[in-house]
């Protein structure tokens, strides 16, 4: 297993960053902060930092597929069409209206182009909420009895969906048919014990390896199609949440951390929490895939 190291992008001290995406058509980077109720943007080199102040918590967000800039937005009540330009906003669904204890968690767009997100309970951790895959015509329930949705993703050709509930350190695959979005019987990916924290949000490369930030692991790790961990990269942050692949070239690993929780001793021990991380894999010949993006109708916003 090789270990690289990540260096500091930009240093936004966020509560909780997450949700990081490299969107092409604008040549920047996007993530949001959560509890912050921001949405954040640079460029490639972490330069022109631009937020814009959000009505609530945005968990993650998928840019839609007709260049308009527009995104389909998880927000802690629901999903909304978005424009993180201008901050207008519209609502398409309201999640889980009969638990007023969860709020929706991590989520990306699938190969067929639907916005897959989950849950989380934020009062007990138990597991009531679900993962719903939105296709802009409804919604479909693909998983139960979830604690915190994490490291959703799937496999360059559409066929697994891979998914965390990070309570139980788990990482599972599932079978997925491509078209429909139906999942099959999950298996164990991944098992992390107590010392390697545990599974926080992911992103797949062009090879199938499946990238994994570890909150309060301090790192990310690349797992190889078969489970095999792969190449680490370490963080000077423990509570590291989210990661995608960017760049002009898709060969930089980008990496979000958070301050949330942390004591006065532990902010500083580690003074870098919260920002934004990078770490250059052009040398180790990885590339990512293009982010994928929602291709369901999403109504006008005035």
């Known amino acids: 297993?090789?270990?690289?190291?990540?260096?500091?992008?930009?240093p936004t001290g966020a509560v909780l960053a997450e949700g990081i995406q490299w969107n092409p058509d604008d040549g920047r980077l996007w993530w949001t902060d959560i509890h912050a109720r921001l949405v954040l943007s640079c460029d490639a080199d972490?330069?022109?930092l631009r937020s814009l102040a959000l009505p609530e918590?945005?968990?993650?967000?998928?840019?839609?597929?007709?260049?308009?800039g527009r995104t389909i937005g998880a927000f802690a009540s629901g999903l909304f069409v978005y424009d993180?330009?201008?901050?207008?906003?519209?609502?398409?669904?309201?999640?889980?209206?009969?638990?007023?204890?969860?709020?929706?968690?991590?989520?990306?767009?699938?190969?067929?182009?639907?916005?897959v997100v989950g849950g989380m309970d934020e009062v007990d951790l138990a597991p009531v909420s679900r993962v719903i895959r939105f296709d802009g015509a409804g919604e479909t329930t693909l998983v139960s009895g979830i604690s915190i949705t994490n490291a959703v993703g799937f496999s360059p050709d559409g066929t697994a969906m891979y998914l965390a509930d990070s309570p139980t350190r788990t990482i599972w695959r599932f079978p997925r048919e491509p078209g429909t979005g139906a999942l099959g019987e999950r298996s164990v990916f991944v098992r992390l014990d107590e010392s390697e924290g545990v599974p926080d949000g992911a992103c797949v490369d062009a090879e199938g390896g499946l990238w994994n930030a570890r909150f309060d692991g301090g790192c990310v790790?690349?797992?190889?199609?078969?489970?095999?961990p792969d190449i680490r990269v370490t963080v000077p942050a423990r509570q590291v949440t989210?990661?995608?692949?960017?760049?002009?070239?898709?060969?930089?690993?980008?990496?979000?951390?958070?301050?949330?929780?942390?004591?006065?001793a532990d902010y500083a021990n580690q003074p870098l929490a919260g920002g934004i991380f990078v770490c250059d894999l052009a040398?180790?010949?990885?590339?990512?895939?293009?982010?994928?993006r929602f291709a369901g109708p999403l109504p006008a916003l005035g």
């Open 1 to 10: 297993m090789r270990t690289l190291e990540a260096r500091l992008l930009v």
């Open 46 to 48: 972490g330069r022109d």
């Open 57 to 68: 918590r945005l968990t993650a967000f998928a840019f839609a597929a007709d260049g308009s």
């Open 84 to 115: 993180p330009r201008t901050g207008a906003r519209a609502r398409l669904t309201t999640f889980e209206p009969d638990l007023p204890q969860t709020r929706m968690n991590d989520g990306r767009c699938d190969p067929d182009g639907a916005f």
């Open 221 to 228: 790790q690349r797992y190889r199609p078969d489970g095999t």
């Open 242 to 264: 989210c990661c995608c692949l960017g760049g002009p070239n898709l060969d930089r690993l980008y990496v979000t951390t958070a301050r949330e929780s942390l004591s006065p």
């Open 283 to 292: 040398g180790e010949g990885i590339r990512g895939l293009p982010e994928r």
